[in-house]
């Protein structure tokens, strides 16, 4: 169990020993009062089992699998892709290996195997402001409207 969850059962435990009230357990949860009865519940009928959440250790559906984060690794260190930048690279890599990927994606696959893109972007330039003038009037702006 994680710590939160460890915290989550100390609590709902005072609380089915009367050591707690539902309140004051929905507000060191900071969960609302039905909330706490349905821990209180669960724990009740289930054990602490119940405040594991199902999906615990299981790698989401949409994930990307071991093996096409290690192809797409040696695609970008062999010669063919070597030179191109990540966003090119994701380019090609749809392109040509019929692998689609998000940049921010590929960026983290390529950046945690020690890569880096061969272009670097250009360092942003702030607007530059102009110098005080030491005195009032030093300053003139001028229109091309007629005065009279």
Same mark, same amino acid.
């Given at each position: 169990?994680?710590?939160?969850?460890?915290?989550?059962?100390?609590?709902?435990?005072?609380?089915?020993?009367?050591?707690?009230? /539902?309140?004051?357990?929905?507000? %060191? &949860?900071?969960? @609302?009062?039905?909330?706490?009865?349905?821990?209180? +519940?669960?724990? !009740? #009928?289930?054990?602490?089992?119940?405040?594991?959440?199902?999906?615990?250790?299981?790698?989401?559906?949409?994930?990307?699998?071991?093996? /096409?984060?290690?192809?797409?690794? %040696? &695609?970008?260190? @062999?010669?063919?892709?070597?030179?191109?930048?990540? +966003?090119?690279? !994701? #380019?090609?890599?749809?392109?040509?290996?019929?692998?689609?990927?998000?940049?921010?994606?590929?960026?983290?696959?390529?950046?945690?195997?020690?890569?880096?893109?061969?272009?670097?972007?250009?360092?942003?330039?702030?607007?530059?402001?102009?110098?005080?003038?030491?005195?009032?009037?030093?300053?003139?702006?001028?229109?091309?409207?007629?005065?009279?």
């Amino acid at each position: 169990m994680t710590q939160k969850q460890l915290n989550r059962y100390k609590v709902i435990s005072s609380l089915i020993d009367g050591k707690l009230s /539902i309140s004051e357990a929905a507000m %060191s &949860l900071g969960l @609302s009062e039905r909330q706490i009865k349905r821990l209180k +519940k669960g724990v !009740m #009928e289930q054990g602490p089992a119940f405040l594991i959440h199902k999906n615990t250790g299981r790698k989401p559906q949409h994930a990307l699998t071991d093996e /096409i984060k290690s192809k797409i690794i %040696s &695609l970008k260190q @062999s010669d063919k892709y070597k030179n191109a930048n990540f +966003k090119h690279f !994701m #380019e090609l890599l749809e392109e040509h290996e019929g692998i689609t990927i998000s940049y921010s994606c590929l960026h983290t696959i390529l950046t945690k195997a020690g890569i880096n893109s061969p272009k670097k972007r250009r360092r942003f330039k702030p607007h530059r402001r102009r110098k005080i003038r030491p005195q009032e009037g030093l300053l003139i702006q001028m229109d091309a409207t007629p005065f009279e």
